[in-house]
């Protein structure tokens, strides 16, 4: 089973506008963490927010808010005030504090976000 | 500032040409690295963790012969594609685990072009 989904292929937004970018896992660890990278056309992964599986509030940075569910298992990703420079590639990931190998990312699929004016 | 350095960036060589690609931990250092691929316009895939001083760990499907990584010191893994074809053309990228409270890292990748 996927453990990251990324439903979205392709979001469009307008400047200035909020976006949503979904994003739902799958484990079985009590203890794990969730993060967004932004990938632009150049190609390098850009850290963007981060949740544990224990913070008990939504995480935020900036323009970045992450909308954690647990119970559903979503970690969405909202970008307020969208700009042109956030028109990139979006991957949501996921790192297991369990496993054979420690500090492997699970990405989902991705999403291209393309913002207009 | 970067804290994890890949080189080269891009790559354009002959079919049958083995292709290098460092990945160096800048200030700190890593006794595992990841590293990926990625096609245009799709997810970074696993491809093998490289652990300082002992074998690689390769994903299923991955040729060990066709990438062989090395992780020679505690701030240097390598990933060589061997007598690389045009179906190798792919896009590189390195990371290794976070320190305490840190993102992970990621290397900027390598375009790597056979022609």
């Known amino acids: 089973a996927q453990k990251i989904t990324q439903t979205q292929p392709g979001m469009f937004v307008q400047e200035k506008e909020a976006v949503t970018l979904d994003c739902t896992y799958d484990?079985?660890?009590?203890?794990?963490?969730l993060f967004w990278y932004k990938q632009p056309s150049s190609g390098e992964m850009i850290f963007l927010i981060y949740?544990?599986?224990?913070?008990?509030q939504n995480a935020t940075e900036g323009r970045y808010s992450l909308n954690f569910q647990k119970a559903r298992k979503s970690a969405n990703l909202v970008i307020s005030a969208s700009q042109l420079g956030d028109s990139a590639m979006y991957f949501c990931?996921?790192?297991?504090?369990?496993?054979?190998?420690?500090?492997?990312?699970?990405f989902g699929r991705g999403t291209q976000l393309t913002v207009w004016p | 500032g970067a804290v994890v350095s890949q080189h080269p960036s891009w790559v354009i060589c002959k079919s049958g040409t083995s292709v290098k690609i460092e990945c160096r931990s800048l200030?700190?250092?890593?006794?595992?690295m990841f590293w990926y691929r990625q096609f245009p316009k799709q997810s970074l895939m696993l491809m093998a963790t490289?652990?300082?001083?002992?074998?690689?760990?390769?994903e299923q499907g991955v040729e060990k012969d066709k990438f062989l990584i090395n992780h020679a010191s505690l701030t240097l893994s390598t990933l060589t594609v061997t007598s690389a074809h045009p179906e190798d053309s792919s896009f590189y990228i390195c990371?290794?685990?976070?320190?305490?409270?840190?993102?992970?890292?990621f290397g900027d990748g390598t375009r790597l072009s056979i022609l």
């Open positions: 990931a996921m790192r297991e504090k369990r496993g054979s190998t420690l500090g492997r990312l699970y």
């Open positions: 490289s652990n300082e001083g002992s074998k690689a760990t390769y």
């Open positions: 484990t079985s660890d009590q203890s794990y963490g």
């Open positions: 990371s290794a685990p976070p320190r305490a409270g840190q993102p992970q890292h």
């Open positions: 949740q544990g599986s224990y913070d008990e």
């Open positions: 200030d700190f250092q890593a006794t595992t």
